[in-house]
C-alpha cells in the first residue's frame, strides 16, 4: 500500500473550502485542528466573524472589541493564499448585535462581499461551505457553495452568558439552510435526530506527536495533578480545594483562563492557577505531571460537552481522573471514570499512592489510531457522500486501489 493512501492525503486533495470559525490561531479550535490538516492539500479559506455572545459593559468585552477594530482596520487578521500551504484567512467587518435584523442584514452583506472577492483572487470555483456556529445561519446559501455542513462542537445555548433562546432560534434557522450536521459526539449528533438532514458523529481527534514532548516525565519531587483548559462553571471547585486539602504535599495547577470567581480555592497554598500557554508550549510545560483530572460538576452544560482534552490528555501517557461524562465514559478503557466526588477524591489517592492503573501501551496504540489526520479523512468521506447526494462534484483526485 502506498504511503500516500496510508496517510489518506489522497482524499484530502481536490476539495475547495470556505469555513466560517473563530479567530484563527487565537485559540486552537476544534474546527482549526481540522482544517490544518486540508493545508497543502486543498486550499481553505478561512472567515472570522462575530460570535455568539453579544458583548457586555465590561472590560473584557471592551479590550476585545478594541482588537477587533485594529485587526481589521490594519489588515492584520487577512492573509492571502500566496503561502504554499493554501490557507487565506479573512476578517470582514461585522457587528456583534445579531438580535437585531437590520445588523444581521447588515453583517450578511458585508461578509458576502469579504468572501466574494476572496474567492474570485483565490479562483475557487465550487467550495464546500461550513459553519461553526448557530450565528452563521445568514451566511448559507450566499457564498457560492456548492454544499453545507454546519460543523458542531458544543451545545451552544447552554453556554454562560448566552440569550438561550436566540441560540436555539438561530440554530433552528441554519438547520433548515445546511445540507448536512456533523456533530462531535454522540449526545450532540442525537439533538439533530429528527432535522432531516444527514447526520455524521466525527469524534475529536489529537496530534500524538505533539503532546508525545511532555515525555518523559520529569520528578520534582511533589506530586503534580494538572488541569489545563477554560476554567469556568464547568469546573468543580470544591472538589479541587478537598483534593488540596486531603493531599497538602501534592502540588495542583490549573492551567487555562479563569472566568469564574475563585474565592473557594483561594487560600489553598498547594493550587497554582496560571494563565493559558500557548498549545505550541504547552507540552513541555506538562513535563512534570504525574496525574490529569476532569473535575466537571455534573450538569447538563458539562454533559453535553465532550471535551477534547480527554485525548490530549491521554496522549501524554499520564492516567487521567474524570467525572462521568458520556466522553470519559465511552473511554473509560483509558480514563478511570469516577461515579462521584468521594470516588473521584479516592481515585486521585490511590494515583498518588502508585495504585491506579493505566496502561501506557494500550493508550499509546489508541491514541495513534485518533489523529487528526484520520478524522479529517473520516470528514471528507462524509461531505464526499453528502455532495453525491445532491449531484455534486467533489474530490478531482482519482482513488487508488490500496495495493497500489
Known amino acids: 500500500m502506498s504511503e500516500e493512501f496510508k496517510t489518506g492525503q489522497h482524499i484530502l486533495s481536490g476539495y475547495e473550502w470556505v469555513v466560517f470559525g473563530p479567530d484563527w490561531g487565537r485559540h486552537p479550535s476544534v474546527s482549526q485542528h481540522l ?29 476585545r472589541s478594541i482588537q477587533k477594530i485594529v485587526d481589521f482596520i490594519s489588515g492584520r487578521r487577512r492573509r492571502f493564499a500566496s503561502a504554499p500551504n493554501g490557507l487565506t484567512v479573512i476578517c470582514p467587518p461585522t457587528l456583534p448585535f445579531t438580535r437585531i435584523r437590520l445588523v444581521r442584514l447588515l453583517n450578511a452583506w458585508l461578509v458576502r462581499r469579504g468572501v466574494e472577492m476572496a474567492r474570485r483572487r483565490l479562483n475557487l470555483k465550487n467550495p464546500t461551505l461550513v459553519v461553526c456556529t448557530p450565528s452563521q445561519s445568514d451566511f448559507v446559501g450566499s457564498m457560492g457553495e456548492g454544499a453545507s455542513i454546519y460543523y458542531c462542537s458544543d451545545q451552544y445555548s447552554l453556554w454562560p452568558g448566552m440569550n438561550q433562546q436566540h441560540v436555539v432560534q438561530m440554530e433552528r434557522s441554519l438547520l433548515k439552510r445546511v445540507d448536512a450536521i456533523v456533530a462531535v459526539s454522540d449526545y450532540l449528533a442525537a439533538q439533530f435526530k429528527e432535522c432531516g438532514k444527514p447526520v455524521c458523529t466525527l469524534k475529536q481527534g489529537v496530534d500524538p506527536a505533539h503532546f508525545s514532548r511532555s515525555l518523559p516525565v520529569q520528578p520534582t519531587g511533589h506530586f503534580e495533578i494538572v488541569y489545563f483548559g477554560m476554567i469556568d462553571e464547568r469546573l468543580d ?40 500557554i500557548p498549545y505550541e508550549d504547552l507540552p513541555k510545560s506538562l513535563v512534570t505531571t504525574n496525574l490529569f483530572i476532569l473535575p466537571f460538576l455534573m ?19 499520564r492516567p487521567v481522573i474524570s467525572m462521568p461524562l ?24 490511590e494515583a498518588k499512592e502508585g495504585r491506579l492503573s493505566f496502561d501506557a501501551g494500550a493508550t499509546r496504540r489508541f491514541i495513534q489510531t485518533e489523529t487528526w489526520r484520520a478524522k479529517a479523512v473520516e470528514f471528507c468521506k462524509f461531505v464526499r457522500d453528502v455532495c453525491a447526494q445532491k449531484r455534486l462534484p467533489t474530490n478531482s483526485f482519482v482513488l487508488p486501489r490500496e495495493g497500489g
Not at 480545594?241 to 473557594?264: C, E, H, N, T, Y
Not at 453535553?304 to 501517557?317: D, G, M, R, T
Not at 465511552?330 to 469516577?338: W, Y
Open 35 to 63: 482544517f490544518s490538516e486540508f493545508l497543502g492539500f486543498s486550499p481553505v479559506l478561512w472567515v472570522e466573524t462575530v460570535g455568539l455572545r453579544e458583548p457586555q459593559l465590561s472590560k473584557r468585552d471592551l479590550i
Open 237 to 276: 471547585l470544591d472538589l479541587i480545594a478537598d483534593i488540596a486539602r486531603k493531599l497538602p504535599q501534592a502540588i495542583i495547577r490549573l492551567i487555562g483562563p479563569a472566568k469564574v470567581d475563585l474565592s473557594k480555592i483561594a487560600g489553598l497554598p498547594s493550587i497554582h492557577v496560571e494563565s493559558a
Open 299 to 317: 450538569t447538563e452544560l458539562a454533559r453535553s460537552c465532550s471535551p477534547l482534552k480527554i485525548k490530549e490528555y491521554l496522549a501524554c501517557e
Open 326 to 349: 458520556p466522553e470519559a465514559e465511552m473511554l473509560s478503557e483509558f480514563v478511570h471514570v469516577a461515579k462521584n466526588q468521594a470516588a473521584f477524591l479516592n481515585a486521585v489517592v
